[in-house]
């Protein structure tokens, strides 16, 4: 199910799933979110996998954010909702696949690239790349599930501190807060398959097993705080000033 912009591939019992738009520092079409989450869905019953990984070409982005200049036409409530829920449902086939999916971050992770990231079950990331959930400073605030899913990692009140201030974190400052799982600290692809390697000695209906549990947990969180992350993103999304912060955004630079 390789497409332009996605490359799948199995090997070694991983589902591999390489978002391949470095030109444009992997941002976040609609179109790509479909690809992703409709390729998780069709392996979700493989007996052949153990896990799914997710990561990006090149190694300045995993996704930089979503694409703006997209996604900038996007312009009444109805329009919104409908992108809000179309990268919803792409996200929560990653959070609800039935075997953990790791997200190998090369890079940025800003923005939906940051929701992305936390959409999977657990994060290894470069020395070099940072993670941020920058929509405040579009005057906008998540779309697709990121917010629920760093309250659950780090609580309300830091999660807060984050989400207000747009706070852009180091590898190494996302390690301390349990936000991702493993810096890499040698060859990035090298680090990924050692990481890999603890999950993959297991069986699979072990996996699947403590897979469904974990995931039970992240559906009830969600389907009790998905209305209201929703309610509020489209509320700002379509204030004035998220388009004045995306036009400064988007305006050439000098």
């Known amino acids: 199910m390789s497409s332009e912009s996605l490359q799948v591939q199995i090997r070694d019992q ?8 470095p030109e444009k520092r992997n941002a976040l079409n609609l179109e790509l979110l479909d690809d992703i989450g409709s390729t998780l869905s069709s392996h979700s019953a493989n007996p052949d996998i153990k896990l799914a990984l997710l990561t990006a070409a090149g190694d300045k982005a995993f996704a930089a954010g979503g694409d703006l200049h997209q996604l900038d036409a996007v312009r009444s409530e109805a329009e919104t909702l409908a992108m ?3 990268g919803r449902y792409a996200l929560d086939q990653i959070r609800y696949f039935p075997l953990p999916v790791i997200g190998a ?5 800003l923005g939906g690239g940051a929701e992305l990231a936390l959409a999977c079950d657990l994060r290894i990331a ?3 790349a940072e993670i941020g959930l920058i929509q405040s400073r579009l005057n906008v605030t998540t779309a697709w599930g990121g ?4 309250i659950d990692l780090v609580g309300n009140s830091r999660a807060l501190q984050i989400l207000i201030t747009g ?3 180091s590898a190494s400052e996302a390690l301390q807060m349990g936000i991702i799982n ?3 600290d040698d060859h990035f692809e090298t680090a990924t398959e050692n990481f890999l390697a603890p999950y993959l000695a297991h069986k699979q209906q072990v996996i699947r097993g403590y897979k469904t549990t974990s995931l039970a947990h992240r559906k009830c969180l969600h389907e009790k705080l998905d209305a209201a992350e929703e309610s509020e993103f489209v509320k700002a999304w379509t204030h004035k000033d998220h388009w ?3 036009a400064k955004a988007l305006a050439p630079k000098k």
Request: hydrophobic share 45%; aromatic share 0%; no cysteine.
């Open 244 to 246: 004045t912060a995306s």
């Open 147 to 150: 917010s629920i899913d760093l």
């Open 14 to 21: 991983v589902l591999r799933l390489t978002i391949n738009r």
């Open 182 to 184: 493993a810096v890499a």
């Open 167 to 169: 706070q852009r974190l």
């Open 84 to 86: 809000s829920r179309r």
């Open 105 to 109: 971050i090369n890079g940025l992770a």
């Open 126 to 128: 470069a020395p070099h």
